[in-house]
């Protein structure tokens, strides 16, 4: 997920706005905006994206597996390019237990 939103984030503000939004996706970022915007601002956060369950990460990997992306690869380009923006998230709770993996997972697509 980190991947698809650092890849679509073009004003790096580490947030989903409409406008950078895709037109042939944007009716999925509405239904994602519906259920997963917190503090209804009209934008989703690497936060609110991460409480999104395995079932978006799931998707996104399919995707970056079709396209032939070397996620682990493209991030470290976009760390590199983006500075502290681009850095991972530190998730507690049940997903906490991910964060010392080498390979990347479906967080970080």
Avoid at 11 to 23: F, I, M, S, T, Y
Avoid at 26 to 36: S, T
Avoid at 88 to 107: D, H, K, L, N
């Amino acid at each position: 997920m980190r991947y698809m939103l650092l890849k679509l984030d073009a004003n790096q503000n580490a947030r989903l706005e409409n406008d950078e939004v895709p037109k042939q996706m944007r009716p999925i970022f509405e239904i994602l905006l519906e259920r997963l915007d917190n503090n209804n601002d009209g934008q989703l956060d690497r936060q609110e994206l991460s409480r999104s369950g395995p079932g978006l990460a799931q998707i996104a990997g399919r995707y970056v597996e079709r396209e032939g992306i070397d996620v682990k690869a493209e991030l470290a380009k976009l760390e590199k390019s983006q500075g502290a923006a681009a850095k991972p998230v530190r998730r507690q709770g049940w997903a906490a237990g991910a964060a010392g993996r080498s390979a990347a997972g479906p967080a970080d697509v």
